[in-house]
């Protein structure tokens, strides 16, 4: 089983304030995906990372992927309201499917 | 430009019911998957859909769960005798090609809230 574990699990801030999500296994992938999720609705992709140590920015979000591809890390700058939803990365170990995380529940006050 | 699909947007049974979830993908895509979301949780892979090929099952957690997709078009997912440890949120998603082949973003339908008392 190749688990994907996020970490925190919530996380509750003032806007305006930064913060960094986690996602860490201990098995290798060749790409890993970050996702939002707003109540309701399904997954929408935010990035997805390929090469080891392979840094994006997405306006105020930077998304990182380890060197050895097991784990990625998600740093949002000036949180605002609109960042509230729950944050779940995913991993392509190369089969049909993706295996998704546990997901961070973020919830940015205003 | 529809996005994908899903019906009914809720649906409440009783135990030991079947019920009877559709996904439409986006027009084109080859690729249709179905994971489930039990509350506060990630999403757990269901089924996959490759084109005319056969399914990939490994993620149906009993036979009481079953797929079909005719094609590349719509697809059902049906679950028999339901239990209430079946209440989740069922999602479908879609993408042009397989993940693995081409990091292909997935899109996914709002999902299904199934309750099951």
């Known amino acids: 089983t190749q688990l994907l574990e996020q970490s925190p699990q919530f996380l509750s801030i003032q806007e305006g304030e930064n913060l960094t999500v986690y996602c860490n296994s201990s098995?290798?992938?060749?790409?890993l995906q970050w996702y939002r999720q707003e109540p309701g609705e399904g997954p929408v992709l935010l990035v997805t990372v390929v090469t080891g140590g392979e840094v994006k920015k997405l306006k105020r979000l930077t998304f990182q992927f380890g060197d050895a591809r097991k784990d990625s890390s998600l740093h949002i700058t000036a949180a605002q309201p609109g960042d509230t939803g729950l944050y779940l990365c995913?991993?392509?170990?190369?089969?049909?499917?993706?295996?998704f995380g546990t997901g961070t529940r973020l919830t940015v006050i205003p | 430009g529809a996005g994908v699909s899903q019906s009914p947007s809720n649906k409440v049974t009783e135990k030991g019911k079947d019920v009877e979830l559709r996904c439409d993908p986006i027009?084109?895509?080859?690729?249709l998957y179905w994971y489930r979301q039990r509350l506060g949780q990630g999403l757990e892979f269901l089924i996959y859909f490759q084109g005319n090929s056969a399914p990939d099952k490994s993620g149906l957690p009993s036979d009481r769960f079953s797929a079909e997709r005719t094609g590349e078009s719509v697809s059902t997912l049906t679950i028999q005798r339901t239990q209430q440890e079946d209440s989740a949120v069922y999602l479908c998603a879609s993408s042009l090609t397989p993940v693995r082949f081409s990091y292909n973003e997935q899109f996914f339908g709002p999902g299904t809230r199934l309750t099951v008392l």
């Open positions: 098995s290798v992938f060749s790409s």
């Open positions: 027009s084109g895509h080859t690729a």
């Open positions: 995913a991993g392509a170990p190369g089969a049909n499917n993706l295996f």
